[in-house]
């Protein structure tokens, strides 16, 4: 029995790639499986197995260069994807609390486990510092459950990911300070330690500047140049790479710059956009585990039972670091007057320590005090190795509870918004070319906490080339809903054969009882044709429910405002919280700024609206006393603006005659701009009346319209 035991054992650790990668694969796939059944975090499960399997638990897998690699870009991935998701409006709007949060995290800590380290475990002042810098630091190891209660962009985690990073940014600039001093003295002395804090401040200026300059302007050129998702997929994670090299190279962590470059390319890819969804699925299938199971494999749980002394030390270490993280945030939310379940979130994302302890321990390793002797003994490594354990399940858990409370305490206004909005978007594709773009714009405009599908529709003429039409419209919503797919978005498809467009489109919006259709703008193909196109007319006249025509030649991603030109009235029709609503989120998600144009009794609704629904967004409101100025708005609109126009229908509450002149003011000085045009819900006949035998038939046109026609056929004809 012992010789078939030492014949098994000799197979281990396993060295065989293919088999490694295999095992791994087994514990991601069944270790939140096992956890689920549990009711503990899955964060615990892949932590704990990788305890097992490593060279201190049963010894199935050495910690080699695979989870070196394949770990450390695991924590990249944390990092960027928490600066990738922070709520831009929300930081900006509360920078003095993450601020004020941000010293109490890392000063509270700090002070607790200086004290702690001269008095209780006798360890020198440097090793005691060194350990200061570890225990007020922490990284976001529990940043995945909040992605799972879909709470990334919630005040309290936005004031817990800013505060993380300025404690990461102080414990690493102490550390650099730490070991400047070590080395000047070990050198005999010299130099002088304010030059050192300057020069790192002046290289971390550098670099930051650097970033904010240049990445967005090749990041802006990029994505309007290559539309492919794999290339952009590519040159997002060169872009997080290159910033963590550039902070290794100024002597900071890459786990800064993998944050920093997060915040950077945050406004270019929103949070529901196909490229999110891929780097969020990378990141969480693979990466993230991996790192999740190496930190697991750091750590020797026999040391516990090695002495009394280290079960000491690790004691101590556990019990007073996670005393100052849990001090400074119940003291930060009672300050801010947050919330009880508030507290526990910002305690709870803020309590885990992982790599980044070990990387700022293991530099204490390679301080010589004296020949054999380092700045970091084997105790103090086993203890902030166990710390890390300890650290990550009561992370993991507060932040599971805290999650589950702020979900249930607002579900109650979740149930109401979900009562009182019928989201349903009808999106009638037609062309490749714009198909992308119509699915993005109504991803950017849905309601998430609905979590309702979007509707993909394609419309034949039946004539002599139904078979080639038809074949070649399912293959578009196919790749529409392919498309929808990688932003984790469900789309229901239908094909339908009609011998009118416009129909055909009314008889769909009827039976899937749509609330709003968004569709592509007719491109017409010379100045003899209409501007609306053969079947848009028809259809916004006969339908009274939302439309939205879009005419976009950039990715959404890099339009840098959104202009709205609204008329007086527009207020009283039945829609005008619809569209606000839909503008509102694409701001968001876009992380632009938007700006309504409109006279002031209609300003005034849209701010009070907006202050109630959306007091995050960066709104701006600008008066336009009459519609007949809205040629002169061109001079305000550049390239990378969206230009949005909400008009109306006749015999409507805000219809205006000048609107009959938007087709050829659109021409003349709208003709570069992206472009939407509304038509809001207005009174009418309601959609349920809608006849499936009623004819095609277009708008009849005014006389004040004929009439000035007339004179524009009798000009050019002199001329």
């Known amino acids: 029995m012992q010789a078939e035991m030492a014949n098994l054992a000799a197979y281990f650790p396993v060295s065989d790639s293919t088999w490694i990668f295999f095992i791994v694969l087994l514990i991601i796939l069944f270790a939140p499986m096992i956890m689920n059944r549990l009711r503990i975090p899955h964060i615990i499960g892949m932590v704990i197995a990788g305890i097992i399997v490593g060279q201190y638990g049963l010894n199935i897998l050495e910690r080699d260069a695979s989870f070196e690699l394949f770990g450390q870009v695991g924590l990249y991935f944390i990092m960027f994807l928490a600066g990738m998701e922070m709520d831009m409006e929300g930081l900006r709007k509360h920078s003095m609390r993450m601020l004020a949060f941000g010293i109490l995290t890392f000063v509270i800590p700090f002070l607790l486990v200086y004290v702690a380290g001269r008095s209780?475990?006798?360890?020198?002042?440097?090793?005691?510092?060194?350990?200061?810098?570890?225990?007020?630091?922490?990284?976001?190891?529990?940043?995945?459950?909040?992605?799972?209660?879909?709470?990334?962009?919630?005040?309290?985690?936005?004031?817990?990911?800013?505060?993380?990073?300025?404690?990461?940014?102080?414990?690493?600039?102490?550390?650099?300070?730490?070991v400047g001093v070590y080395d000047k003295e070990t050198a005999g002395g010299g130099g002088?330690?304010?030059l050192t804090i300057v020069w790192m401040l002046v290289k971390l200026v550098l670099y930051m500047a650097g970033m904010i300059f240049f990445i967005p302007r090749v990041t802006r050129w990029f994505l309007r140049h290559y539309a492919d998702g794999v290339t952009q997929f590519i040159f997002t994670l060169s872009i997080l790479f290159l910033s963590a090299a550039l902070t290794d190279l100024i002597g900071l962590e890459g786990v800064f710059g993998a944050f920093f470059a997060g915040l950077v390319l945050n406004r270019y890819i929103p949070l529901v956009s196909p490229l999110m969804g891929r780097l969020e699925f990378i990141g969480n299938a693979i990466f993230i585990p991996y790192f999740l199971i190496g930190v697991?494999?750091?750590?020797?749980?026999?040391?516990?039972?090695?002495?009394?002394?280290?079960?000491?030390?690790?004691?101590?270490?556990?019990?007073?670091?996670?005393?100052?993280?849990?001090?400074?945030?119940?003291?930060?939310?009672?300050?801010?007057?947050?919330?009880?379940?508030?507290?526990?979130?910002?305690?709870?994302?803020?309590?885990?320590?992982?790599?980044?302890?070990?990387?700022?321990?293991?530099?204490?390793?390679?301080?010589?005090?004296?020949?054999?002797?380092?700045?970091?003994?084997?105790?103090?490594?086993?203890?902030?190795?166990?710390?890390?354990?300890?650290?990550?399940?009561?992370?993991?858990?507060?932040?599971?509870?805290?999650?589950?409370?702020?979900?249930?305490?607002?579900?109650?206004?979740?149930?109401?918004?979900?009562?009182?909005?019928?989201?349903?978007?009808?999106?009638?594709?037609?062309?490749?070319e714009s198909c992308e773009t119509l699915v993005t714009l109504a991803i950017l405009m849905r309601n998430r906490r609905l979590n309702r599908g979007i509707?993909?529709?394609?419309?034949?003429?039946?004539?002599?080339?139904?078979?080639?039409?038809?074949?070649?419209?399912?293959?578009?919503?196919?790749?529409?809903?392919?498309?929808?797919?990688?932003?984790?978005?469900?789309?229901?498809?239908?094909?339908?054969?009609?011998?009118?467009?416009?129909?055909?489109?009314?008889h769909a919006f009827k039976e899937n009882q749509a609330s709003e259709i968004i569709m592509g703008m007719y491109e017409p193909k010379s100045e003899k044709d209409s501007f609306w196109g053969v079947f848009t007319e028809n259809l916004f006249t006969e339908l009274n429910r939302q439309i939205i025509i879009a005419r976009i030649r950039q990715p959404l991603s890099t339009i840098r405002r959104i202009q709205v030109a609204v008329p007086s009235r527009a207020e009283f029709e039945p829609g005008f919280h619809r569209w606000v609503d839909r503008l509102a989120r694409m701001a968001k998600q876009m992380d632009c700024r938007i700006v309504f144009h409109s006279k002031h009794a209609t300003l005034d609704i849209i701010s009070q609206y907006l202050q109630s629904i959306h007091p995050e967004l960066r709104a701006e409101l600008r008066l336009m006393e009459h519609w007949n100025d809205l040629p002169r708005l061109a001079e305000s609109i550049n390239d990378d603006h969206l230009?949005?126009?909400?008009?109306?229908?006749?015999?409507?509450?805000?219809y205006k005659h000048a609107f009959e002149k938007l087709p050829s003011e659109i021409k003349q000085y709208y003709r570069k701009p992206n472009l939407l045009i509304i038509f809001p819900d207005q009174y009418g006949e309601p959609v349920n009346a809608m006849t499936f035998a009623a004819p095609q038939k277009k708008e009849q046109q005014s006389a004040y319209s004929q009439l000035r026609e007339w004179f524009i056929n009798i000009k050019h004809k002199v001329h």
């Not at 510092?129 to 922490?138: F, G, K, Q, R, Y």
């Not at 976001?140 to 990461?168: E, N």
């Not at 003429?461 to 932003?487: C, F, I, M, S, W």
């Not at 230009?643 to 805000?654: H, I, M, N, P, Q």
């Open 296 to 432: 697991g494999m750091l750590i020797n749980v026999r040391a516990l039972f090695d002495g009394w002394h280290t079960a000491y030390i690790v004691a101590c270490i556990v019990v007073i670091g996670t005393l100052g993280k849990m001090i400074a945030g119940y003291v930060a939310s009672l300050s801010f007057r947050l919330p009880w379940s508030h507290g526990n979130m910002m305690f709870g994302l803020t309590s885990a320590h992982a790599a980044g302890s070990i990387a700022i321990i293991m530099v204490g390793r390679q301080l010589e005090v004296s020949p054999g002797l380092y700045l970091v003994d084997n105790e103090m490594l086993n203890g902030v190795v166990m710390m890390i354990l300890f650290t990550c399940v009561i992370s993991s858990i507060v932040t599971e509870l805290a999650s589950r409370q702020i979900v249930l305490k607002e579900s109650n206004l979740e149930a109401d918004e979900k009562r009182g909005d019928d989201e349903k978007m009808l999106i009638p594709l037609s062309g490749e």
């Open 455 to 506: 509707i993909g529709l394609n419309i034949t003429l039946d004539d002599e080339n139904v078979d080639k039409y038809q074949a070649r419209g399912k293959a578009l919503l196919e790749r529409a809903v392919k498309y929808a797919a990688t932003a984790d978005v469900r789309m229901q498809t239908q094909s339908r054969i009609a011998t009118n467009i416009a129909n055909g489109i009314m």
């Open 643 to 654: 230009f949005v126009v909400v008009t109306a229908r006749k015999s409507t509450v805000s």
């Open 120 to 178: 209780l475990m006798g360890y020198s002042i440097q090793a005691t510092l060194l350990l200061c810098c570890v225990m007020a630091s922490n990284t976001l190891i529990a940043y995945p459950i909040v992605c799972k209660y879909g709470l990334q962009r919630h005040k309290a985690v936005t004031l817990s990911v800013g505060a993380s990073m300025f404690a990461l940014l102080m414990a690493l600039l102490s550390l650099s300070i730490i």
């Open 192 to 194: 002088s330690i304010a």
